[in-house]
């Protein structure tokens, strides 16, 4: 995840960023983006990605999505 630390501006975010938070749609954005490389190298199309990064990728978004799904459910008392 290093190599994707650098922003479009060229400056660096912080290794840490995803403590933060994201909000779900940032985690279903970019879980989508991730899906659309993993099935485009499973169809034996080209990509700039590699595939254990793509699927690495995946499983944060769906790890990230997860967790702020259960947050919200145990923030109101269920």
């Given at each position: 995840?290093h190599?994707?630390?650098?922003?479009a501006?060229?400056?660096?975010?912080?290794s840490?960023?995803?403590?933060?938070?994201?909000s779900?749609?940032v985690?279903?954005e970019?879980?989508w983006?991730h899906f659309?490389?993993?099935w485009?190298i499973?169809?034996?199309y080209?990509?700039?990605?590699?595939?254990e990064?793509?699927?690495c990728?995946?499983?944060f978004?769906?790890?990230?999505?997860?967790?702020?799904?259960i947050?919200?459910r145990l923030?109101k008392?269920?």
């Open positions: 995840m190599g994707h630390r650098v922003m501006d060229g400056s660096i975010r912080d840490d960023n995803w403590q933060k938070g994201m779900l749609a985690y279903m970019s879980a983006r659309f490389t993993w485009k499973h169809r034996g080209p990509s700039l990605e590699d595939l990064d793509t699927l990728a995946e499983l978004n769906v790890s990230g999505y997860l967790h702020e799904t947050k919200a923030d008392g269920d």
